[in-house]
């Protein structure tokens, strides 16, 4: 399995493949305008024919603060190590970006643990609480949904 960078033509793909998954509050809404202006944060995984089977980009808060976002597999993909797969690239474009931490927020706790995240407190991250705030508020009494962080370098 190889993770590439998304490029141009991945923009209507990304946006389909993460909002597949907002009804049922796995993921937030993403616009084109949100992949096109971080394209460069978004990492895929391709089938055998360039068609985009999983993706998750970077979003910054600061310049020591990344959060993951957008994690997604195709149905059919799900269970091979895909989402695994693009958070150790994202991970290391982080690191490589010079972030100090990196954070996510998921109902996946298994997975986010598997990659030797931890469980943090939301209130860490003001700055997600607000952009929470102005996109959906009731993302934040989702009870079951926990904030994950890795100290990166």
Known sequence: MKVSRANETDIQSLVAL??????????LKRTEEFAYSHLADYRVIRDADGGVLACAALDE???TIVELVSLA??????????????????EKLAAKRGYEQIFAVSYSDELFLSCGFEHAELKQYPEKIARYAKLDISELEVGEKHCFMKKLG
């Open 73 to 90: 597999v195709t149905q059919d993909a799900q269970g091979l190590g895909y989402g695994k797969a693009l958070i150790k690239a994202l």
């Open 61 to 63: 808060y600061s310049p």
């Open 18 to 27: 993460n909002n597949k998954y907002v009804a049922q509050g796995l993921t």
